[in-house]
Every structure is written in structure tokens, then in C-alpha cells.
């Protein structure tokens, strides 16, 4: 082998889709776009990398070391590879400025990157689809965001058992650390531990909330916010008495629940303020989704962030949205038995040609498929020499083709025989009457 | 404004898309892909950035300077984002070895990045359409390539008056150039001036061309080649006598020529054997595809290329193959007025819902929008708080919605008006029909 042999293969974290591969992921593309079209979304992108500065100017120069960037050679600027959208959302957004429709709803499904040690459910380069919704102040932009979330993923067959929305806010999350003796100047180091709690050791935990001021009792009311899920059933509002938390902050949860019982989504919703979401953006509700059985990081999550728009320059416009990623997304779904047979989600040929009357019919086989391909149809035909018609029907199978098309001795009286594979039938069909016989316009 | 101003900004060369402009490069996409899948193409995809060392090892460090290439902090590798597809191509059907099926048809269509100053028709980020055959020897497989690119082109509009396949051959080039005395040590250098000859200054050419030691008559003809477009009509036979070539140098061009006949795409095409394309793995034919008037750079390029699998490690098998990128192909459809309206290349709602009973019937605009959207149906309303109907109305019409249903007075005996919009019909339905109305499934 030429060269050293990592070259020769993808850089770790990121994947080659071959076909079977490839079919999965437009399956898991085509719920996301056809979720976001049926709820009046419209499609955008942004460039795969961005001024370094875009990101360093709201999270800070410690994000750098999770960022790929790069500087071309002789250039001035630093470049990175976008690590989420919601950066360049607010960028093209406060670009418009007073041209951006209100209410304006975006969709996009880009390709995002992290300098990251890769893991199960988290690559370095993953496909992420963005929903945001700028200029709706209430609680329906959350719910319109989560309704069109849960959409593309029932699509794919998950239902109420087998995902859950876990539903929390910012505010909510405030009060509750404070009353657990957390002081306001430490508030946003409580929410990232809150956040990471899941994924760090029991002492290093224990350490780092005993750091925080909290006492032992403090430090196991922390361990079990969000352990017992609360069905969004719940007012919020009594919610708010059991958990020691004015009932003025429930007002923006409490009017998001009627939202999402008028979408009929509230079966899969339940509260938990132990969601906080890393991102300093988030101002308000945020959520996350998760599988229900909480063995695989969340699928998505997103919430409502007011202030980033106006912070990259543009106008002062209230804006919720959520991303996710494709990584865990196909964990899920593979893990329910949503993915079986990837040669079911390959695009089906219309007709798959078969000539099995050698050097007579051979000859027609590529005009035969320039016509069909001409008039849109999907077309194929066996690469093998046989004329041996099991052979061929069994090429044809393998590709889950609609219509065999046979090229026989019915040739010379200028009709072919097509097999029609899903009713078990076949038929005689003059060669001229074949486009419209296997698009069915003949049965109009 | 926060930060400085060009964070705020797209890097130069690289593209946002909003909707309408997401509208235009969908539709590409669709032509593309459609074309693909009805000639029998499977989809595939690779890294957005992969080894540096996989494009050095082929094409030399002198690549690196084109390439925006970067290290992970702390990493030791070096990677770039990838500049064309054929090295992953080539690297994924070597990874499958003896497992690749013969023949195998890809297609792609990623993002590129190129670290060069943008220009017309040439930016850093551009989406390419990427088809390879691999496995098959005979021009029928540079055939099947070129009938793809045109298809995909007939599709958007473009007809045989608009533009030109220009097909040539490495072999011809090579011995055209040897007849104009360039020696044979500098024969790659004479294909590179060539494939540059139209970008560089006359002086400039003049210096080279004479630096290759050629004199002022044979300058001349270098500078001719593929002045006078030859139809594909034309025998290659009969040019090799007129162009003083060896009547086998063309026998592949003579058997692609009678491919291209069975395909019925000859008029599209003609011999010009000042294509020779930039890139070293080229081995036989090459062709490109422009703009008839010769105003744009190509729209398309390809060729065959039997020793690059191999060369990374793979089976020994040919394969041939093009990359279409989205730049030039959109300002050529711009061109030849084939993009006017973006709007009606957005997708259309099967419903745009207006309430304009008030109380009485707003409340009913978030149920219905469910209920049409969970039936898989695109469906929208207005923001405006008015009940005017010409306004909402209006708003229908911004969309190009197929439908309005209109809440009014009638919903108190469970019904809405649809108006069809194409049609210029309306019709009262009752609300439990309205998916089957909408659908046009009460018409089976």
C-alpha cells in the first residue's frame, strides 16, 4: 500500500456512508425536512466554517480547544469549523435586520464538528438539524419547536413509550439552587454541574457541590433533582408548592403546557428542572429529549435564548429553537428496532431489465433504458452475460426492484413481458405502452 | 455592534443560504440526484475533512498551499478539508477490496474547499456533484458518465444550443503535443500550460510555450488546438488523418462515439483536444462541459482514471467519472433565464389557514393546523391578527399555497371553505372531509 496507512482511512470521528449507510441517514434527513416543511419552515445554511471570532465573541477564547481552526496559508483571519448553527442563525439573522420577517421560522441540516475525544453518540463530525423560531414571545414558539421535534421523530416510529421531552427552565432551575444555599455569583458553575452531573465521577461530584457552599442534605437534594419524573400533566403550578418555588416562575411553563396539550403532545412530556442545557445562550424554558429508558445521551435539545440575536448585532427579537444531532438519533433508533434492513430505505428501481434472448434482445437493453430514464423512470439492469432468467430475476430482487422488464422471444412481435414483483403478477405489454404500464397512467 | 464587524460576516468565498437561495440550490440538488438514481447510482458520502497526507501522497506538497488544512490542538495529525472527492472515492472503494462489487455506480454530492482567492464561477465553498463508475473498461462507462451530467441538465433546462460536451483523449493530446515537438520529459508540463491556456496572460504563454522549446509555427498550433469545434458527428477516424494522428489513438474515442449514438446524446457533443484537465490521475478520456458561448468556466468536468484505486491501495480497477460543482452551473441557469422566481421553487402548503371569525374561530386554527400537519399534510397560517380576508388571503397567495381553508360562519355547521388557488374554484366541505378534500383522495 502506498503512503502510510492512516491516510488510507477516515479520520477518527468522522464516517464514510457507503450506500447502506447513506440510506439510513437520507431515511433520518427526510422526516427532519418533511417535519419542518409540513410546519411551515423554511430551509437555510450557512457556511461549513466561520470567522473563529464568531464564537470566541459570545463563549469566550476557552472554546478554542473544542473547535477545529485553521488559518489559510498567508491568510490574516482564523477560520473553524461551525460546532452548532445557532452562531450563524443569529449572525444571518441580525444581517436582515429590520428585513427579517416576524415571525420567521428556519430550518437546516448541516454537517457540525467537534475537536472532541470521540464516544458512543458523540463524533467529531455530525449532522445536526437546527429548528428556530425568531420574533414569537410566548409559550406557543417552545411548543410549535418541540411539536415539530416530536413530528419527524414518531415519522420514524418512536412513540410516547419510547421517548420522553423533558421540560425544565432556567428560571425554575435558579430558584431551586438558591434555596438549596447556592450563592447568586456561583449560580452559573451550579447549572454546569447540574448539567454535567450525569457524566462525572461520585466524588469528584461530591467535591465540586461541597465547593459550592452546600451541606450533605443540600448536596442529596442536588444528586436528585429530576430523579422522579413528573408527567407534564402536572400543573405547574403545584409543582411550584411542593418544590419551594414562587408560583410566578411556573407562568411561562404553565401557559407551554396548555400550548402543548392543543398540539396533542403532552403524552410525551414531562417536567424536569434538573435539564439546564450547557449553552450560555439559553434565557428561559429549555428541554431536552431524551429515550426513555435514559441510555443514550439526549436525542435533542433546545430552548429559548432572547438576547442572541440582538448580541450579534441585530434587532432586539425573542427566538427559541433546538438541535439534533444524527449520532444518536440512529443509536435510538436502532436500539428499538426502527432500522432493520437498509436495502428497504434504498431507492426502489421502477423497472430492472432482463434480456434473456442473448445477442437478439442484448442489443436493446441500453436504448430500452435510455427511454425509461428519459421519461424519469429509475432504471437498472444486470451487469452479468447469462441469459439465464433465474439469474437475472434474482439481480433484480437483490436491488428490490418494482418491475422486471423481460427481453424475449415476445420481442418480435414488439411486446415485453413485465413482472410486477409486490402483486405477483406479470403481463404481456407492447414495448411502446411500457412507460405508461409501470407508471400506472394506464389504469387512469 | 459586538466584536469586530467581519465576525459578523460570511468568510469571503463561502455562502449564506436564505430560503430563496436554499430554494435555487435544492433545486439543483434534485436535478442531480434524480438523474443519478434513475441511471442506477447509489449514494454515498464521505468526511468533510480527511488526512492531509491523503491528497499529498497523490498529488504532491505542493497541494498543501490550495488546501485549508489544520491540525486538532494537541493532535498529530494533519487534516484538510477536502478539495474533491475522488481520493475519498478512491480511498472507500480501496477500504472494500475484493468486497467492492463490479461494476460499481456512486454518486456524491458534498461540499468542497478550495484555499484560493474567489472568483467568478470559483468560490472556497462550492457543493459538487460527484458520479463514478468503477469496474467498467469500455467507453460504454465514459458514455454512461456524460448521458448522467446531461440528463441532470435537460432536466434544469439546458438543451443541446446551450451547451457543448467537449470530449478529448490524453493519448490524442499527447501525441498532438510530441508532433508539435514538445519532448517527452516535458509532456506533463505542456498539458498543464494547455489546460491553463485560457487563464493565463499572451505573454506569459508565449514564454512558456517557447520555453518548451517550441518554435514560433508550432506556438501557433498550440495555441489553435480545439480553436475549431469538431461535432461528434465526425468520425475520429477521419481526424486522426486530418490532425496527423495514428488512426488507433482513437479507438477508444471511436467506441465511445457509438455508446453516445445508442444514448442519443451525440448532438451534445464534439471532439476538442485542447481538454486535457488539470489533474494528474487522468489516464485516457477526458471531457468537459460548458456553456455554448464559451462565457463561463466549465460546468462539469470528468474522465477516466484506471489506476487511482489501485494507487491507494485497492483492487486494480478502471474507473471514470465526473465532478459538477454548483457555482458555475447556477450562473450558466441564471444565464439562460432557466432561475427567475425562487418563490416557485419553494415548497408549496397544501393548506394556508384563515380564520376570520374572531373568537369564534381562532381558536380552532392551532387544532386544524395539527391535525393536517399530523396527516402529513404542509400546512400554514398567517401571523396577522386581522380577519380581513383579502389580507389573509394575500398572505395564502405570498406562499404560493395550493389551498386556503377559510374558518368562518360555516364552521358552526362543521364546515370551511376551501378555495383552490390553480384551479380558481372554492367549495364548502365539511371539516372531516377536509384531509380527503385537501388530498384529493375523495375523488379516487
Excluded at 420514524?156 to 435558579?174: E, F, P, Y
Excluded at 429529549?289 to 439526549?298: D, P
Excluded at 439481480?395 to 402483486?423: Q, T
Aim: charged residues 25%; glycine residues 10%; negative net charge.
Amino acid at each position: 500500500m502506498a503512503g502510510s496507512s492512516h491516510a488510507f482511512q477516515a479520520p477518527r470521528g468522522t464516517r464514510d456512508f457507503h450506500p447502506a449507510d447513506m440510506a439510513v441517514r437520507l431515511h433520518i434527513e427526510r422526516a427532519w425536512r418533511t417535519a419542518s416543511i409540513n410546519h411551515g419552515f423554511d430551509e437555510i445554511e450557512g457556511p461549513t466554517f466561520e470567522h473563529l471570532e464568531l464564537y470566541t465573541s459570545k463563549s469566550g477564547p476557552g472554546i478554542v480547544s473544542e473547535l477545529f481552526s485553521f488559518r489559510r496559508s498567508g491568510g490574516e483571519t482564523d477560520f473553524a469549523l461551525r460546532p452548532e448553527f445557532t452562531p450563524t442563525l443569529a449572525r444571518m439573522a441580525a444581517a436582515l435586520g429590520r428585513g427579517l420577517p416576524v415571525p420567521t421560522r428556519w430550518f437546516s441540516m448541516p454537517m457540525h464538528y467537534r475537536a472532541e475525544r470521540p464516544q458512543r453518540g458523540r463524533l467529531r463530525e455530525f449532522r445536526q438539524w437546527n429548528i428556530d423560531v425568531i420574533g414569537i414571545d410566548g409559550a406557543d414558539g417552545d411548543a410549535e419547536t418541540i411539536t415539530v421535534a416530536l413530528s419527524a421523530l414518531r415519522t420514524l416510529g418512536l412513540d410516547a413509550s419510547s421517548i420522553r421531552v423533558k421540560i425544565s427552565h432556567r428560571a425554575v432551575v435558579g430558584r431551586l439552587l438558591a434555596d438549596l444555599g447556592v450563592p447568586a455569583e456561583r449560580m452559573a458553575e451550579a447549572q454546569d454541574l447540574l448539567d454535567k452531573r450525569d457524566r462525572i465521577e461520585a466524588a469528584t461530584f461530591t467535591e465540586k457541590t461541597t465547593a459550592l457552599g452546600l451541606d450533605q442534605t443540600a448536596i442529596e437534594r442536588f444528586a436528585a433533582l429530576g430523579a422522579e419524573p413528573v408527567p407534564a400533566s402536572t400543573d405547574p403550578t403545584t409543582l411550584a408548592e411542593q418544590l419551594n418555588v414562587p408560583a410566578e416562575a411556573m407562568t411561562e411553563l404553565t401557559e407551554l403546557r396548555a400550548e402543548l396539550e392543543r398540539r396533542g403532545v403532552l403524552e410525551f412530556c414531562e417536567w424536569d428542572f434538573s435539564i439546564v442545557r450547557g449553552l450560555a445562550y439559553y434565557t428561559g424554558t429549555v428541554w431536552e429529549i431524551h429515550e426513555a429508558s435514559g441510555g443514550e445521551r439526549a436525542i435533542a435539545g433546545g430552548g429559548r435564548y432572547d438576547t442572541l440575536i440582538e448580541g450579534y448585532g441585530g434587532p432586539s427579537l425573542s427566538a427559541c429553537g433546538f438541535g439534533m444531532g444524527d449520532v444518536v438519533l440512529e443509536l435510538v433508533l436502532r436500539d428499538h428496532g426502527l432500522i432493520t434492513e437498509a436495502a428497504e430505505l434504498m431507492p426502489r428501481p421502477d423497472a430492472f431489465i432482463v434480456s434473456i434472448g442473448g445477442d437478439d434482445t442484448n442489443h436493446m437493453v441500453v436504448p430500452l433504458l435510455t427511454r425509461l430514464r428519459d421519461a424519469g423512470l429509475h432504471a437498472r439492469t444486470s451487469a452479468k452475460t447469462t441469459s439465464n432468467l433465474g439469474k437475472l430475476l434474482k439481480d433484480a430482487g437483490k436491488c428490490n426492484a418494482r418491475h422486471a422488464v423481460i427481453l424475449g422471444g415476445e420481442l418480435s412481435d414488439g411486446n415485453v413481458v413485465v413482472k410486477h414483483f409486490d402483486a405477483g403478477e406479470q403481463a404481456t405489454v407492447a414495448i411502446d405502452d411500457l412507460i405508461a404500464h409501470l407508471t400506472g397512467s394506464d389504469r387512469a
